[in-house]
């Protein structure tokens, strides 16, 4: 891989903004099939949100699984995605996803570094609807060594540092599983031990670890193949605007070296920014708790504020308001630290595990706590809490963690000390602390408790579907989403609403050419990733819908701007 730092030229073929999945599946596509491409990052990184996500990738009837002799079919997912959206379904983007999902993994797979592995096991998040899955749709990038990037790893955007230990090594699903086993478990402890030796040797060269999983994993296998094709990348280069010539949209203004220049783009532009999660306006315009004075936090990037969205509707572009949500919701708490509070998304690791509840401030349960983080926050938001608190016993905190609480043998005072968690003797105790009714609360837990001794959640149903369960503890009996709360001290952490990136965003059709208010496309002019508006609608179908379709659309985008019509594999 060249060192040779790229100058920007005054014309390619193809532009692309942003350098997330979508964006470099985009840039990729196009340039294997001939065209000069370039791609044009606002942050000092590139990766974008991918590289900060957990990287699932949802592709129905995927090669993997049918190669695993495992069975599905485009007919059952179409089903599964007519329930999910209802009268919000858009059949094109939708068809077009499903036909071409599967393509796109064989091609990426053959042409590119990015090589896949599909989980046997992994439910839909709403598995007893028709069209659901047990297994099989969701695929990983396979584990990754950074330093094949070169001197390009240092500006892969890291992980998220929270999600991260011994100083920037980083766990996927299964290393997280022998961590919480080491001390029970011969061969858990050889894992892990395992892991942190490597971890060891790479500190001694590299500010963080070079083993990469999770959306490390796609980005930096996406990147090792946009630098050995030599598609320039450009880190610091902002958009400004959309340049038009007639009708068409020509090319792109953007703040790159100092200075404002244009770029002319004769095939297209590819937008893929990420959409608009960290823009505070457009949060207050399109997610009501926002406007009613609720706190919102994002997980995704501080640079994805709408810009490309923006000066899309400068060229007469159509934005899609109508999807049930705004964004993909997940529940977050505040670390504290020494530049401010930062918001840590709790996603699966701790909420349907046994021993744990969610209350509001007036202590009584409001949701099923096992749902999934998009699911929990609409519960959350439909029972009028803009706040409230996740809490557990001292068993749960130490078998399972809770939060950026991580479970024994880490330690865990420290997170007492700096308030981010509130601990009682009793339960009336911590209510005291936390400011609710402790009659409430006791009340609330020994109801719980009763039902976590058999098995079944009769208010909200905790542990009631193979996805919950998936997320519980297995070793756990009757329920592996039921404790009782019984084992004092208990521990609360405050949880507000949060995202990992907005659903709404540019109307397309099924080639991601974005459209204009009256269904017409605005020439020269691609959206993919969230910068289109999600397939889903707003809907939260199953692990990996934001980077399946990403994925998906920046190979359609890159063969349509290319020439070459991506049609379904026969």
């Not at 350098?19 to 599946?25: E, I, L, P, Q, V």
């Not at 090594?169 to 031990?193: C, E, V």
């Amino acid at each position: 891989m060249s060192r040779t730092a790229p100058v920007l030229a005054d014309a390619y073929d193809l532009v692309v903004v942003g350098s997330g999945a979508a964006g470099m599946a985009a840039a990729i596509t196009a340039k294997l099939a001939g065209l000069d491409v370039a791609i044009l990052e606002k942050a000092a990184h590139y990766g974008g949100s991918t590289a900060v996500s957990g990287g699932a990738i949802w592709i129905p009837d995927n090669p993997k699984m049918r190669d695993a002799g495992m069975q599905d079919s485009k007919e059952a997912a179409r089903t599964y995605l007519k329930t999910e959206t209802g009268n919000r379904m858009n059949a094109e983007l939708v068809d077009s996803f499903l036909d071409n999902g599967p393509e796109m993994v064989r091609f990426f797979e053959a042409n590119t570094a990015l090589q896949f592995e599909h989980r046997s096991y992994s439910p839909d998040y709403h598995p007893d609807q028709d069209g659901a899955a047990m297994g099989g749709r969701v695929l990983d990038a396979k584990d990754y060594d950074g330093r094949r990037l070169g001197a390009n790893f240092k500006r892969l955007k890291p992980p998220i540092a929270d999600f991260t230990v011994f100083g920037g090594m980083m766990l996927n699903r299964f290393d997280i599983g022998h961590f919480m086993k080491m001390t029970r478990s011969p061969k858990s402890a050889i894992h892990a031990t395992k892991l942190m030796m490597r971890h060891a040797l790479d500190r001694l060269t590299h500010p963080r670890g070079t083993r990469l999983v999770l959306g490390q994993a796609v980005a930096g296998r996406l990147a090792e193949t946009v630098f050995a094709l030599g598609i320039p990348l450009f880190v610091e280069t902002p958009l400004v605007s959309l340049e038009r010539d007639g009708g068409r949209v020509s090319g792109v203004s953007v703040h790159h070296g100092g200075v404002t220049r244009s770029v002319l783009a004769r095939r297209g532009v590819v937008l893929a920014t990420g959409g608009f999660p960290q823009s505070e306006a457009k949060r207050a315009t399109y997610m009501p708790h926002v406007q009613a004075g609720a706190r919102h936090y994002s997980m995704s990037p501080a640079t994805s504020t709408g810009d490309a969205i923006d000066a899309s509707l400068g060229v007469g572009a159509a934005l899609v308001s109508t999807n049930s949500n705004a964004a993909f919701w997940a529940p977050v708490s505040l670390l504290p630290g020494k530049e401010g509070p930062r918001p840590f998304p709790h996603l699966f690791l701790d909420r349907a595990k046994p021993g744990v509840i969610a209350i509001g401030d007036d202590g009584r349960r409001f949701a099923n706590e096992a749902l999934s983080y998009h699911d929990f926050v609409q519960a959350m938001l439909n029972a009028g809490k803009q706040q409230a608190w996740l809490m557990c016993d001292h068993r749960a905190l130490r078998k399972y963690g809770l939060g950026a609480v991580r479970p024994f043998p880490a330690p865990y005072r420290a997170h007492l000390r700096s308030g981010y968690i509130t601990s009682g003797a009793t339960p009336e105790a911590l209510a005291e602390r936390i400011g609710v009714p402790p009659e409430a609360l006791a009340d609330t837990i020994s109801r719980f408790n009763h039902d976590a001794e058999n098995g079944k959640d009769h208010d909200f149903g905790k542990g009631s579907t193979a996805y919950q369960t998936y997320l519980g503890d297995a070793e756990n009996a009757p329920n592996p989403c039921l404790h009782p709360l019984d084992t004092g001290p208990y521990y609360a952490i405050r949880i507000y609403p949060g995202d990992i990136g907005t659903s709404i965003g540019l109307s397309t059709n099924g080639n991601g050419q974005v459209l204009d208010e009256d269904g017409a496309t605005v020439e020269g002019l691609y959206a993919c990733g969230n910068d289109m508006n999600s397939i889903m609608a707003g809907a939260y179908p199953g692990a990996g819908i934001t980077l399946g379709p990403a994925l998906t659309f920046g190979y359609v985008v890159g063969r349509h701007a290319a020439g070459a019509q991506a049609t379904a594999a026969n």
